[in-house]
């Protein structure tokens, strides 16, 4: 019987070996994402190029940037003594000089807090409806709109009382006629505030104004322009449109046939036209539908119309969170005995706005955007209107990436801003488990 | 349990106008149809009480007065003898032209950047990040005067090409040149040509209907070809392979009737301080349409993005275990599932780009609103007129546009049994 082999048997383990260079940190992560493959490779090589080659050549005109300087040529000089013969810079001193001009128009200068104090009054009114954390101010969110009209244009200060009050007495009314029917409440409101407005709110306001001047001077809308005017056009348009598309987009949906044609009517007319023409019709044809002899103001008509041209889109865009709906819903709601508009706002609008929300924030955004095409009615926007402003001074003429970029990335921020803040509010409405 | 029994009739009473669900749509349908006609009454009257105390009567024979203007850019016949209509009709044509090159390039650019931003390479997907969000948070506007600004601020003076040792170069072999006030193109000719075709309002090239016409009866028969190797394969199992006649049935019959035609290109040349030959194309037309395209494209390549991401991956996955490589896999699999979702709002993204073509104006693109909502108007003074004129024109546009698209939505629809 022949002794048993020896067995082998590792009394302890190799110790693990590295990975290949290929697999593990900077490597591993550069064969991934940028060198898979020889084409993914020549893209990666050829992108990387065209970066580090835009840089090279924009970077000594940012780097050669003055500052403060009176005119183009003075700014020109200074690059050309500090740089050298043939040396080309940025000259942000346009910005700096112009500053007001871009963030006021030709508002009066000694009135400059009354929008700076309106612009901050709005951040702090907009601070309830963003974040949940401050919903005690949402009576400020209400009210502000009123103070902000005061503010911006001035007169006299009864005016927000008047304008609020005709709210109070559609409010009155609504409670008087709701037990009747939320839409005859409605309606009753809104005619109760509008012959409050156009009938009674004047002498109101004479009246008061007789017992306490409290005044501000008058600033003609034809003085505002820049950032001033697009956030005026663009924070009220947003406001306004958001009810009234969440109103087109029920009625688009409606049982009542004539209300259903109706808003079908309006949102696809809407649709379809251009946003200039309809300014053109606010700046050429509106005075036309009024009564003879009606002024009204430009802004106020350029304001009217870019609020239905955003209402149409955000009625669609409300229309597609509502067709996401399941049935079930409407007929829970149905089998609650709530009533039609008890179930829009208890049970489908919830729903169907937080469905929307990237949809309405998207018109939102172009809103915002949009309100550069005043200009085509000869208000002063912040892109081309107060830029050919500048530039139609001798000293500045010439002008034209400063300007372009200056605005330009504001716009960027604000419209970045409110793309970001959607995927936050998205995040947080999350309810689901996906 | 207890069945319903017959629903009571107790007869029509005035008070279920307001407490009955079944009558009550009526009143408020009643209320707001006067409520309507009230408020358009009021604004019919009030117009016409505004247009007789003006002593204007709204009428549209301004249309067949002389016009008077010259137009920068147009693609008919036109001079400032022609009519108000011949100088719409002309910016007519104009809005669409744009509208037209910059649908197919935005389309182009933005497919392409949808599909890069989906690249597992790093460097590629972020710079298309980068593109679209910089591109789509700041205005159209911005774009084209930036481009214009481009156009005319960046490039030489055409007298720059003058002279044996000139400061400026043209590119592509002598064939082109960018100036400040125009890009000087070949333009294409015929030794043989057939003429025109008189259209009452407008003349169209017989040559280029023939090479229409030609390149539309060879994919007619390359369809037909595939059809019939479908068939082939459907029977035997084998495609018989036909690359090679698609190839030939669309190059082959345009390239031979160019060569009937005498097709030749007539260079743009330096005489005195101008270009003279060739085609001399404003570079407000270039800037709108490169403006009007990086913009659409960015709002297409989100879609296309979103369209590709809406394809669940076990269908990639499911086509990987089959064995199909990666290109058919997006060309047989992907892509069909994916334009369900994409064509819809493409077509609304078209649209969009024809209505944002009226930006125009910023550039002096001479486009529908600068030629009878600019400058018409400001002559006659007929705003109504020339505004709802310019509205219904553009509704009958988009109606067009969105009856197109959903006739080719109808056909790429997934075919649910």
Redesign the interface.
């Known amino acids: 019987m022949s002794q048993a082999p020896e067995a082998f048997c590792r009394s302890e383990m190799l110790p693990p070996r590295e990975p290949p260079l290929s697999q593990r940190g900077a490597w591993k992560w550069l064969h991934e994402n940028m060198f898979s493959s020889i084409p993914s490779g020549a893209i990666s090589v050829l992108g990387t190029g065209l970066v580090i080659w835009l840089v090279v050549q924009l970077y000594p005109w940012f780097a050669h940037s003055v500052w403060t300087a009176n005119s183009l040529n003075e700014c020109r000089a200074i690059i050309t003594k500090t740089w050298g013969e043939g040396a080309d810079g940025a000259c942000w001193a346009v910005i700096h000089e112009r500053w007001n001009q871009y963030l006021y128009g030709f508002y009066p200068s000694d009135a400059y807090w009354r929008p700076d104090l309106a612009f901050l009054l709005m951040l702090v009114s907009l601070l309830p409806v963003l974040f949940a954390r401050f919903r005690k101010l949402i009576w400020f969110s209400a009210i502000f709109p009123a103070i902000g009209y005061w503010l911006i244009w001035g007169g006299s200060f009864w005016v927000i009382p008047a304008i609020l009050a005709g709210f109070a007495v559609g409010g009155l009314a609504y409670r008087l006629t709701a037990r009747l029917s939320a839409a005859v409440g409605l309606a009753a409101a809104a005619l109760v505030a509008v012959l409050w407005w156009l009938f009674l709110a004047a002498p109101a306001i004479g009246l008061l104004d007789s017992v306490a001047p409290l005044k501000l001077e008058f600033v003609e809308s034809r003085n505002l322009g820049g950032f001033l005017l697009s956030f005026i056009i663009g924070f009220c348009a947003i406001t306004f449109s958001l009810p009234l598309g969440i109103l087109l987009s029920l009625g688009r949906r409606s049982d009542l046939p004539i209300i259903k044609t109706s808003c079908v009517l309006f949102i696809e007319f809407i649709r379809g036209v251009p946003l200039i023409t309809l300014l053109f019709t606010a700046s050429f044809l509106l005075a036309y539908f009024l009564p003879p002899g009606t002024t009204f103001d430009l802004v106020l008509r350029v304001v009217i119309m870019v609020t239905f041209f955003a209402a149409a889109y955000i009625a669609e865009v409300i229309r597609g969170g509502l067709a996401a709906i399941p049935r079930g819903q409407f007929e829970a709601s149905d089998s609650l005995g709530l009533t039609y508009w008890q179930a829009q706002r208890l049970i489908v609008m919830p729903q169907a706005l937080k469905i929307s929300i990237p949809g309405i924030v998207g018109v939102f955004i172009g809103l915002f955007k949009d309100t550069t095409l005043v200009i085509f009615v000869a208000l002063l926007d912040p892109l081309k209107g107060i830029t050919d402003a500048v530039r139609g001074n001798a000293s500045w003429n010439g002008i034209y990436w400063e300007p372009y970029i200056f605005s330009g990335t504001i716009f960027f921020v604000f419209c970045f801003g409110m793309s970001r803040y959607a995927m936050y509010l998205e995040r947080k409405l999350k309810t689901d488990h996906h | 349990m207890s069945l319903a029994e017959k629903r009571p009739d107790s007869g029509f009473r005035l008070s279920k106008l307001?407490y009955d669900s079944q009558y009550?749509?009526y009143?408020?349908?009643f209320?707001?149809?006067c409520?309507?006609a009230l408020l358009i009454g009021w604004?019919v009257d009030?117009?016409y009480?505004?247009?007789a105390?003006l002593g204007i009567t709204p009428n549209f024979s301004f249309l067949t007065n002389r016009a008077g203007y010259d137009i920068s850019f147009k693609l008919i016949h036109y001079t400032n003898d022609s009519t108000h209509g011949r100088a719409a009709l002309v910016g007519l044509i104009n809005t669409l032209f744009v509208s037209f090159l910059g649908c197919i390039a935005a389309t182009v650019l933005g497919v392409v950047v949808g599909v890069l931003r989906l690249?597992?390479?790093?460097?590629?997907a972020r710079?298309m990040t980068i593109y679209v969000?910089?591109v789509?948070?700041?205005?159209?506007?911005?774009w084209l005067?930036?481009i214009f600004?481009v156009f005319t601020?960046a490039t030489p003076a055409p007298r720059d090409f003058r002279g044996a040792n000139p400061s400026a170069h043209m590119w592509l072999w002598n064939s082109m040149a960018v100036t400040n006030r125009y890009v000087a193109l070949p333009a294409p000719e015929f030794f043989r040509s057939l003429g025109n075709i008189d259209l009452v309002v407008f003349k169209v090239s017989l040559d280029l209907l023939a090479l229409v016409a030609v390149v539309v009866l060879g994919g007619l028969a390359d369809r037909a070809l595939r059809n019939h190797a479908a068939r082939v394969q459907e029977a035997t199992g084998r495609r018989p392979t036909t690359w090679w006649a698609t190839v030939l049935l669309y190059f082959g019959p345009p390239i031979a009737l160019l060569a009937i035609l005498g097709f030749h290109f007539d260079y743009p040349k330096m005489t005195g301080f101008n270009f003279t030959g060739g085609m001399l194309a404003p570079n407000s037309l270039f800037a709108l349409w490169f403006g009007l395209t990086i913009y659409t494209a960015v709002y297409i390549a989100e879609i296309v993005r979103a369209g590709i991401l809406a394809v669940s991956k076990g269908q990639t996955e499911a086509a990987y275990a089959l064995g199909l490589r990666p290109g058919r896999t997006m060309r047989l699999v992907v892509l069909p599932q994916a334009l369900r979702v994409i064509v819809p709002p493409m077509i609304s993204q078209f649209l969009n780009l024809t209505?944002?073509s009226?930006?125009a104006?910023?550039v002096s693109y001479p486009d529908l609103?600068a030629t009878l909502?600019g400058v018409t108007?400001n002559q006659t003074g007929r705003?109504?007129e020339s505004?709802l004129l310019?509205?219904v024109t553009?509704?009958i546009i988009?109606?067009l546009i969105s009856i197109a698209m959903n006739l080719f939505n109808r056909r790429v629809r997934l075919k649910e049994r």
């Open positions: 307001i009550r749509g009143t408020i349908q209320l707001f149809l409520a309507l604004l009030n117009a009480m505004n247009l105390k690249s597992k390479n790093w460097v590629i710079l969000e910089v789509r948070n700041v205005p159209l506007l911005l005067l930036v600004a601020e209505k944002n009226t930006l104006a910023a609103g909502g108007l705003a109504l505004i310019m509205m553009y509704l988009s109606l």
